[in-house]
């Protein structure tokens, strides 16, 4: 199975409603709230790189935004007023030119793009199920 897969097997075990809306971008719904689910593997130890549509926060198009790190078991889960706060001042970059950052899942920090020493910790929002309502 793929990461995102698995993620989703992981998910419904933790919530009683979880619905794959679309693929790209990845939209669900858990327990009815509007989720942007981003997944990325292994490349560079506990380093993970991820981008973000501004869109999907910006225009409140989801409550929440999970980042998951390598395998089910590291997931950063962010409600939406807290990640607009995190990712400001975030360098654009890749074919979209869209807000980049680097969670690393070794010392919970979150370091938008560009940004070094912007760096915050996270780790309260690690494995934070908790925050979205409903959670088992």
Request: include cysteine.
């Amino acid at each position: 199975m793929s990461l995102q897969e698995d993620t989703l097997v992981s998910l419904k075990r933790k919530f009683s409603s979880v619905v794959v809306l679309s693929k790209a971008p990845s939209l669900w719904h858990i327990n009815a709230y509007p989720a942007n689910v981003r997944t990325a593997g292994r490349k560079s130890g506990d380093k993970f790189w991820f981008d973000v549509t501004p869109e999907l926060y910006e225009k409140r198009q989801v409550e929440f935004i999970l980042y998951v790190c390598g395998s089910p078991e590291i997931i950063y889960v962010f409600p939406r007023l807290n990640f607009e706060y995190l990712i400001r001042g975030a360098s654009l970059g890749g074919q979209k030119q869209v807000p980049n950052f680097t969670l690393f899942a070794d010392s919970n920090e979150f370091e938008p793009a560009g940004r070094a020493e912007s760096r915050h910790n996270v780790e309260g929002f690690r494995n934070a199920f908790f925050l979205i309502p409903g959670a088992s």
